[in-house]
């Protein structure tokens, strides 16, 4: 007997057990929905809309007392050095040209705009979860639309949170003369606030993109396996990838000028496949239990 035949007849040795069922059924989706090529579809759409989506954001931003150099940042810290200029030089351009007038004649288009990666993972999340009926492009459009005003929202929460709840708990814990302690929590809330705050994000996602005519019972906790991987995947992944881009990655030679550009694009395709394997987590879960409506992969084959 070859390895490979001792291995398989070692592997399915396990095939009731659940773990096995879920990796089979996690395999077969990946394959069936073509994920890489969904992630290079989402890249396309992310691409043309994060730009508006940041004329938005930061539009409404300087109309905050949050300091936004320090803001950008912390929101850039995962991305290679390169993309973090390249996002920096048009942060700081939007921000210095920001006006009334561009704010209420520039917000709906970038709304509109930037809605389109949304409406492009709804849309991936839909294949995750096998569903084939397809909401009336208004209702997509306007869902979409919706989530890019409450991810707007929520990103200013939050960074509305890590900014006054420094000083309000940095001034708590000095009534209290425990200012180095607040330090050292205040260290540790700090990357706890957005990683709690990028699980919810992704977990709404999934729990309200499946379009509801499908029959669909899926509940927000059983979301949580995807939107823990996409967030917790897409830091690593992205950590790595900025490492690897900033210390071996020579993409400033090979492409000039355009090296910033083309590791954005890579980034995002990162970013992209991190949804989408949340969503496909997701579904093979969701597929495994009762009453929740999830065909299961070999369903579909028959």
């Known amino acids: 007997m070859s390895?490979?035949?001792?291995?398989?007849?070692?592997?399915?040795?396990?095939?009731?057990?659940?773990?096995?069922?879920?990796?089979?059924?996690?395999?077969?989706?990946?394959?069936?929905?073509?994920?890489?090529?969904v992630?290079?579809?989402?890249?396309?759409?992310?691409?043309?809309?994060?730009?508006?989506?940041?004329?938005?954001?930061?539009?409404?931003?300087?109309?905050?007392?949050?300091?936004?150099?320090e803001i950008l940042d912390n929101l850039l810290i995962v991305l290679p050095l390169e993309t973090q200029t390249l996002f920096k030089s048009i942060a700081k351009e939007i921000v210095s040209s920001s006006s009334e007038t561009l704010l209420s004649l520039g917000i709906i288009l970038a709304i509109w705009t930037g809605s389109l990666g949304i409406t492009s993972i709804i849309r991936a999340i839909n294949k995750a979860y096998n569903v084939k009926a397809r909401r009336p492009y208004w209702r997509l459009k306007g869902i979409a639309i919706i989530f890019t005003i409450i991810l707007?929202?929520?990103?200013?929460?939050?960074?509305?949170?890590?900014?006054?709840?420094?000083?309000?708990g940095g001034k708590i814990f000095a009534w209290f003369g425990a200012t180095h302690i607040f330090y050292y929590i205040w260290?540790?809330?700090?990357?706890?606030?957005?990683?709690?705050?990028?699980?919810?994000?992704?977990?709404?996602?999934?729990?309200?993109?499946?379009?509801?005519?499908?029959?669909?019972?899926?509940?927000?906790?059983?979301?949580?396996?995807?939107?823990?991987?996409?967030?917790i995947g897409w830091i690593i992944a992205s950590m790595i990838f900025s490492f690897y881009v900033n210390n071996f990655g020579r993409y400033?030679?090979?492409?000039?000028?355009?090296?910033?550009?083309?590791?954005?694009?890579?980034?995002?395709?990162?970013?992209?496949?991190?949804?989408?394997?949340?969503?496909?987590?997701?579904?093979?879960?969701?597929?495994?239990?009762?009453h929740t409506g999830v065909e299961d992969c070999d369903e579909d084959k028959k």
Not at 39 to 56: E, K, R
Not at 152 to 168: N, P, T
């Open 39 to 69: 992630g290079a579809q989402l890249t396309y759409f992310l691409i043309l809309s994060i730009f508006p989506f940041l004329i938005f954001f930061f539009n409404i931003l300087s109309y905050t007392s949050i300091a936004q150099d």
């Open 252 to 290: 400033s030679k090979t492409y000039g000028s355009l090296g910033g550009i083309i590791i954005l694009l890579v980034w995002l395709y990162i970013t992209s496949i991190m949804i989408v394997l949340g969503g496909e987590i997701n579904g093979a879960y969701a597929s495994l239990k009762p």
């Open 3 to 37: 390895f490979k035949d001792n291995f398989n007849s070692k592997l399915y040795k396990h095939e009731n057990k659940k773990w096995f069922r879920f990796l089979s059924e996690l395999y077969c989706r990946i394959k069936e929905d073509e994920v890489t090529a």
């Open 152 to 168: 707007a929202i929520l990103l200013i929460i939050v960074l509305a949170m890590l900014v006054f709840g420094e000083i309000i």
């Open 187 to 231: 260290e540790l809330l700090r990357v706890i606030i957005p990683l709690i705050s990028m699980i919810i994000i992704f977990a709404l996602l999934y729990k309200l993109s499946p379009t509801p005519e499908e029959g669909l019972n899926i509940k927000l906790s059983q979301t949580l396996p995807g939107a823990v991987f996409a967030t």
